[in-house]
């Protein structure tokens, strides 16, 4: 009896062919990429013999130069004997504070006017409603104009307005009080930091918890030890101090306390009414994109319209909101670039200065493009990781 051995499958064939789509697809890939870096360093080398021979100096060793500009309204340490780099890393700053706060405020304000625009009671939908459509319609930068002009109309520092005390507004700005901070004040503000933040993955816990079995679970004890306890523990035991420095005027001008410069105010002011109320109507769309049966099954379990609202709707509606509300928070980031209408010092006005002043306006002109899309990139990243995150998973 012959026993016969079994065939061997046929070896699979390893040969590269661009009738395969994905080695086709790849193939023109890297075609287009090397396309567009020879492009770009066919532009660069152009450029760079320009320059060259228009005997024009290139590269970024001025940063390492003394600058010589005066900032007024800086948050770190800088005098005009400081590097151009210094400079820069001011004006980053400066653009900075005007997005990040810019972005929470504007999200806050503008959620509450979209939520006021779908309010049963007639005048707080016909106020929102107002608010939205007038400062939509009204360019930003004319916006800008109308509130640097205002602030520049307020009384002088002798005659500023005082509406509580300690609180000066002038045309030199709003002037507040401040508590100094040293190293005990930061670690104690850190600890309050993280106790919200663990506190927050604690409530969301006891919430999902609730929504499974019905019982309420107080969420005050945990408040109070993350919240209180814990941060005033650490600013006992560093011994931080959290006196209060009230602004005096003195002369002409005030001493002590936060003064607010008026470019800043006023640039900060128009962004965010501008941008809230774009948000609004984000908001109230994403919550009109839930349906109504949501509103309904929350009714039918005696759930509050608050809570339905914050704790069932908003969740849902937030996988309507986010897209777009980047588009927002991106707009608001770059509008900042406005600043220079009003003479506040943010990375374009010191960009434009410093060229200005060497002639690296490549270099300056890069600076800033980098910039703006260092930002921008971050915050794009941030929300799409957030808009993955909530989701909707289907089953």
């Not at 309904?296 to 908003?314: E, M, N, T, W």
């Given at each position: 009896m012959t026993t016969s051995t079994?065939?061997?499958?046929?070896?699979?064939?390893?040969?590269?062919s661009l009738d395969d789509p994905r080695v086709a697809g790849l193939f023109w890939q890297i075609l287009v990429v090397g396309i567009a870096i020879a492009i770009v360093a066919w532009l660069w080398s152009n450029a760079v013999h320009n320059l060259s021979?228009?005997?024009?100096?290139?590269?970024?060793?001025?940063?390492?130069?003394?600058?010589?500009?005066?900032?007024?309204?800086?948050?770190?340490?800088?005098?005009?004997?400081?590097?151009?780099?210094?400079?820069?890393?001011?004006?980053l700053v400066n653009t900075l504070r005007v997005a990040v706060i810019g972005i929470v405020l504007a999200t806050v304000i503008g959620t509450l006017v979209g939520i006021a625009r779908l309010s049963t009671n007639w005048l707080?939908?016909?106020?929102?409603?107002?608010?939205?459509?007038?400062?939509?319609?009204?360019?930003?930068?004319?916006?800008?104009?109308?509130?640097?002009?205002?602030?520049?109309?307020?009384?002088?520092?002798?005659?500023?307005?005082?509406?509580?005390?300690?609180?000066?507004?002038?045309?030199?700005?709003?002037?507040?009080?401040?508590?100094?901070?040293?190293?005990?004040?930061?670690?104690?503000?850190?600890?309050?930091?993280?106790?919200?933040?663990?506190?927050?993955?604690?409530?969301?816990?006891?919430?999902?918890?609730?929504?499974?079995?019905?019982?309420?679970?107080?969420?005050?004890?945990?408040?109070?030890?993350?919240?209180?306890?814990?941060?005033?523990?650490?600013s006992v035991l560093l011994g931080a101090s959290w006196g209060i420095t009230l602004p005096e005027l003195r002369g002409f001008n005030f001493v002590g306390g936060l003064t607010v410069a008026p470019e800043y105010f006023a640039l900060l002011i128009a962004l965010v009414t501008y941008t809230s109320a774009f948000i609004a109507e984000i908001v109230r769309s994403g919550i009109q994109a839930v349906p109504r049966?949501?509103?309904?099954?929350?009714?039918?379990?005696?759930?509050?319209?608050?809570?339905?609202?914050?704790?069932?709707?908003?969740?849902?509606?937030?996988?309507?909101?986010?897209?777009?509300?980047?588009?927002?928070?991106?707009?608001?980031?770059?509008?900042?670039?406005?600043?220079?209408?009003v003479g506040y010092q943010d990375i374009v006005s010191i960009a434009n200065t410093t060229l200005n002043q060497t002639g690296q306006a490549i270099e300056s002109i890069a600076l800033i493009m980098m910039v703006f899309l260092t930002v921008s990139l971050g915050i794009s990243l941030f929300m799409?990781?957030?808009n993955a995150r909530i989701a909707l998973v289907e089953r």
């Open positions: 079994p065939k061997r499958p046929p070896s699979r064939s390893w040969r590269l021979v228009r005997r024009i100096s290139t590269g970024f060793a001025f940063l390492g130069r003394e600058a010589g500009m005066p900032i007024s309204d800086s948050w770190i340490d800088y005098t005009p004997k400081n590097t151009y780099l210094r400079a820069f890393i001011v004006g707080l939908s016909r106020l929102a409603a107002v608010y939205v459509e007038v400062l939509r319609d009204l360019p930003l930068l004319l916006q800008l104009l109308f509130w640097y002009v205002l602030m520049q109309g307020l009384p002088a520092a002798r005659q500023a307005w005082k509406p509580v005390e300690g609180v000066f507004l002038s045309n030199r700005g709003l002037i507040l009080p401040s508590v100094p901070l040293h190293e005990a004040n930061l670690w104690t503000l850190l600890a309050l930091i993280v106790g919200l933040v663990i506190f927050f993955i604690v409530r969301r816990r006891l919430i999902a918890q609730q929504m499974l079995d019905g019982r309420a679970r107080p969420a005050w004890p945990y408040a109070v030890g993350l919240v209180v306890a814990v941060p005033a523990l650490v049966g949501q509103w309904d099954a929350a009714k039918a379990l005696g759930l509050k319209k608050s809570f339905a609202l914050q704790h069932i709707v908003l969740p849902q509606a937030l996988r309507v909101i986010i897209p777009p509300m980047t588009s927002q928070y991106l707009n608001l980031t770059k509008n900042s670039s406005l600043a220079v209408a799409n990781w957030y």
